[in-house]
């Protein structure tokens, strides 16, 4: 009774007028929007298979929202990766041999409901470092004979302005030159001149003719996706070992694929490179700046390579006195240099034995480098090219292998120029030491890890340093 008494009290107490009316909803609703409030459905899950370079594969169970470089991040986590805005999605149709990087803002799963049930396909997840490289270097990815700009456009256009073109959605650069074309329904290919124009891709049938009674529309990009051939002329049967070509994003769309190839390495990547900007445009920009989003002073296309440490402050140091000293010359600070890598070497070259006494092992330098992540054992010359092509063709991008030719030497394959050069290391044997070099022994390093750590520093008689290692990883 008492507690009936209480409550009827209350109710006859008078409510208080809300001074905010408009800022409230109703009484019989909810204070909040709904719309502030989180959603109480959980997004659906799917599970996924994802391959490294040795074929293992890990199934991942990822909202079925997640993007590619989300996808790319969970990865990183849960392999302890370092993550150095490099590692990318992979999409490889192993039936046709082609295969592309997956944009890193493309949905997974879309990518996967595009694939037909006769096609054998799969992802990768491996390192790309040519990803966004035309945003740090487009001289090399547009050269001038390939290039040509609208009456409005300056014609004595500075390199760094040319992503800005390329970006700025009134005006485009117009590329053109010769490829190869597959003719439908025939094996045969045919070279024709090609222009690249913001409406599409066209060729023309009437030699290098650009008016428009003699173009011909050839495909478009918005339905369709952009592959590389990965096979080269084994399954097209091209004229060269540089193909790319359009897929319609369909289940079942393979006999409308427009296959193209060009004459050599560069020609390809200025194509390629201009069809995903001419698709993507202001979003490849995004995706490239993401990473660096919240840094102060980073402004994107003028920003400029950062220097190592090593090269910016480090300095040549003596410790052997009472009184530590800088090193100017640099011909002492080499020697200095060299002696300490050989000490060093020898040190951890020391094996203790039952006694405690250090044991020597002469022939750890022999075998030291087989467990390096740069070191491939026994690859062939085209494997080796194959696999610095998946890490894309960025300056300074390698990997050492046995010779093939001649069991006692190594190959060191560079990646400069937009080509795969192959520099072959020799053993020499001097006063019953065992060193390799690369220059007839002008320069000599007791095992391959000082030679690579030498030629990351140094360019040598390489015309590039040495950046970034070729490695098999897992997942």
Known sequence: ??????????????????????????????????????????????????????????????????????????????????????????????????????????????????????????????????????????????????????????????????????????????????LHAKEQGKKSWKKLYFLLRRSGLYFSTRGTSKEPRHLQFFCEFSNSDMYMSLTGKKISGSPTNYGFCFKPNKPGGPRDVKQLCADDEQSRTCWMTAVRLLKYGMQLYQNYMQPYQGRSGCSPLNMTPMRSISENSLVAMDFSGHRSRIIENPTEALSVAVEEGLAWRRRGCLRLNSHGSPIAMPNIGMSIHRSQSWFHHKISRDEAQRLILQHGLVDGVFLVRDSQSNPKTFVLSLSHGLKIKHFQIVPLEDDGKLFYTLDDGHTRFTDLIQLVEFYQLNKGVLPCKLKHYCARIAV
Not at 56 to 68: M, N
Not at 86 to 108: C, K, M, N, P, Y
Not at 146 to 163: D, P, R
Request: hydrophobic share 35%; aromatic share 12%; charged share 25%.
């Open 1 to 178: 009774n008492r507690r009936k008494k209480k409550d009827a009290s209350i109710l006859e107490i008078p409510s208080i007028p809300n001074p905010f009316p408009e800022l409230c909803c109703s009484p019989f609703a909810s204070v909040l929007s709904a719309s502030l409030l989180p959603k109480a459905t959980s997004r659906k899950k799917q599970v996924i298979k994802v391959y490294s370079e040795d074929d293992t594969s890990r199934a991942l169970e990822v909202p079925s929202d997640i993007t590619a470089r989300d996808l790319c991040q969970l990865l990183i986590l849960k392999n302890h990766y370092i993550d150095d805005h490099s590692w990318t999605l992979f999409e490889q149709l192993t039936h046709t041999g082609l295969g592309r990087a997956i944009e890193d803002h493309e949905l997974v799963m879309e990518v996967q409901s595009n694939w037909g049930m006769e096609e054998e396909s799969r992802l990768y997840f491996r390192k790309y470092y040519a990803k966004y490289e035309f945003f740090k270097n487009p001289v090399s990815f547009f050269p001038d004979h390939m290039m040509s700009f609208s009456s409005e456009t300056s014609a004595a256009i500075s390199h760094s302005g040319i992503l800005q073109i390329f970006l700025n959605s009134s005006t485009y650069p117009e590329i053109h030159g010769f």
